[in-house]
C-alpha cells in the first residue's frame, strides 16, 4: 500500500509541475504577443505607424468642431457623433500614399436607430421585389468606412449590411460595369460581431485593390477606374445623434481604430 501511495504522489507531483509549465508558457506566449504588437511592423521593411496611440498627432479635420467629434480614448481613435454640425467631420492622415498596404484595426461600438438595409447580391446588384424596388430589411445599424486617397468613392465600408464591411460602396452602386461591379462586392461577409474587434489588411497598387478583413480575401484585384493617383487615409464621420429630433440615425458612426500602419510600395 505504501509503495501505491508513493506512485501516486509522484504522478500528482509530474503532474503540477507539467500543469505549472503549461501556464508559464502560456504566460510567455501572451506576454510575447502583446509586446510584438509594434515588432509586427517593423521600420526596417518600411512599415509606418499612423495612430501613436496616444494622441491624433499626425492627423487633421476640415472643420474645427470635428474635433469634439474625434478623440483618443484607451489607447484607440474614437468616435462619438453626437454633435450635428454642417461640413466635413472626417478626420484626415496628413500623410499623403500613392501606392501602399495598409493594415488597421477596427471595431462598431454598438448599433443604434433603425436603418432600411437593402439585400446586395454576389454581383453587387440589389434584390428587388416585383414592383422593382429593393428589398430592405429594417433594422438597428452604424456605418463608417476608410477613404482611400483621400477619395469618398474609393471607400472601404464598415458596416452592419449583410454583404459584409470591405466593399467600395461609390463603385458598387450604381455601376454599369458588370466586372467593376462584381470586383468591388465582397466575396464573402467576414466581419466580427458588433463589439468585436475587426482587422483589415489593404493593398493598393494603381487603380487595382485587395482587402482582407479577419484573414478573409473579401476583394481580390478590383479596379477602381479613375482613383487619384495619391491621397490621404481618411477614416469617416457617416451619421450621428440629431439633437433636434433626440434620436440616432441608422448609419451613425460608433466606431472606434487602432494599430493603423502604412507600408509604401
Same mark, same amino acid.
Given at each position: 500500500?505504501?509503495?501505491?501511495?508513493?506512485?501516486?504522489?509522484?504522478?500528482?507531483?509530474?503532474?503540477?509541475?507539467?500543469?505549472?509549465?503549461?501556464?508559464?508558457?502560456?504566460?510567455?506566449?501572451?506576454?510575447?504577443?502583446?509586446?510584438?504588437?509594434?515588432?509586427?511592423?517593423?521600420?526596417?521593411?518600411?512599415?509606418?505607424?499612423?495612430?501613436? %496611440?496616444?494622441?491624433?498627432?499626425?492627423?487633421?479635420? /476640415?472643420? =474645427? #468642431?470635428? +474635433?469634439? $467629434? !474625434? @478623440?483618443? &480614448?484607451? %489607447?484607440?481613435?474614437?468616435?462619438?457623433?453626437?454633435? /450635428?454640425? =454642417? #461640413?466635413? +467631420?472626417? $478626420? !484626415? @492622415?496628413? &500623410?499623403?500614399?500613392?501606392?501602399?498596404?495598409?493594415?488597421?484595426?477596427?471595431?462598431?461600438?454598438?448599433?443604434?436607430?433603425?436603418?432600411?438595409?437593402?439585400?446586395?447580391?454576389?454581383?453587387?446588384?440589389?434584390?428587388?421585389?416585383?414592383?422593382?424596388?429593393?428589398?430592405?430589411?429594417?433594422?438597428?445599424?452604424?456605418?463608417?468606412?476608410?477613404?482611400?486617397?483621400?477619395?469618398?468613392?474609393?471607400?472601404?465600408?464598415?458596416?452592419?449590411?449583410?454583404?459584409?464591411?470591405?466593399?467600395?460602396?461609390?463603385?458598387?452602386?450604381?455601376?454599369?460595369?458588370?466586372?467593376?461591379?462584381?470586383?468591388?462586392?465582397?466575396?464573402?461577409?467576414?466581419?466580427?460581431?458588433?463589439?468585436?474587434?475587426?482587422?483589415?489588411?489593404?493593398?493598393?497598387?494603381?487603380?487595382?485593390?485587395?482587402?482582407?478583413?479577419?484573414?478573409?480575401?473579401?476583394?481580390?484585384?478590383?479596379?477602381?477606374?479613375?482613383?487619384?493617383?495619391?491621397?490621404?487615409?481618411?477614416?469617416?464621420?457617416?451619421?450621428?445623434?440629431?439633437?433636434?429630433?433626440?434620436?440616432?440615425?441608422?448609419?451613425?458612426?460608433?466606431?472606434?481604430?487602432?494599430?493603423?500602419?502604412?507600408?509604401?510600395?
Amino acid at each position: 500500500m505504501k509503495h501505491i501511495s508513493h506512485q501516486s504522489k509522484s504522478r500528482s507531483i509530474i503532474l503540477n509541475r507539467a500543469l505549472l509549465c503549461i501556464a508559464s508558457l502560456s504566460l510567455i506566449l501572451i506576454l510575447g504577443c502583446t509586446s510584438s504588437d509594434n515588432e509586427a511592423f517593423p521600420e526596417s521593411e518600411g512599415w509606418v505607424s499612423l495612430f501613436n %496611440g496616444k494622441d491624433l498627432t499626425g492627423w487633421g479635420f /476640415k472643420i =474645427e #468642431g470635428a +474635433k469634439e $467629434i !474625434w @478623440s483618443v &480614448k484607451d %489607447g484607440v481613435i474614437d468616435c462619438e457623433p453626437i454633435l /450635428k454640425m =454642417e #461640413g466635413d +467631420k472626417n $478626420i !484626415w @492622415s496628413s &500623410k499623403e500614399l500613392k501606392d501602399f498596404t495598409l493594415h488597421a484595426e477596427w471595431r462598431l461600438k454598438r448599433t443604434e436607430g433603425i436603418y432600411n438595409t437593402p439585400t446586395v447580391l454576389p454581383d453587387g446588384s440589389y434584390l428587388l421585389d416585383s414592383d422593382g424596388e429593393k428589398v430592405t430589411t429594417p433594422s438597428p445599424g452604424a456605418d463608417s468606412g476608410i477613404y482611400l486617397r483621400g477619395s469618398s468613392k474609393a471607400q472601404l465600408n464598415i458596416w452592419t449590411w449583410p454583404i459584409g464591411s470591405g466593399e467600395v460602396y461609390g463603385y458598387r452602386n450604381n455601376q454599369k460595369d458588370p466586372l467593376i461591379r462584381a470586383g468591388v462586392t465582397p466575396k464573402v461577409n467576414a466581419d466580427n460581431p458588433v463589439g468585436e474587434w475587426n482587422t483589415f489588411h489593404v493593398t493598393l497598387k494603381g487603380d487595382r485593390l485587395t482587402v482582407d478583413l479577419n484573414g478573409k480575401r473579401v476583394l481580390d484585384n478590383a479596379q477602381l477606374p479613375g482613383i487619384p493617383e495619391s491621397g490621404p487615409i481618411v477614416l469617416q464621420h457617416h451619421g450621428g445623434y440629431d439633437s433636434v429630433k433626440q434620436e440616432w440615425n441608422g448609419a451613425s458612426s460608433l466606431v472606434q481604430f487602432r494599430n493603423i500602419h502604412i507600408k509604401e510600395l
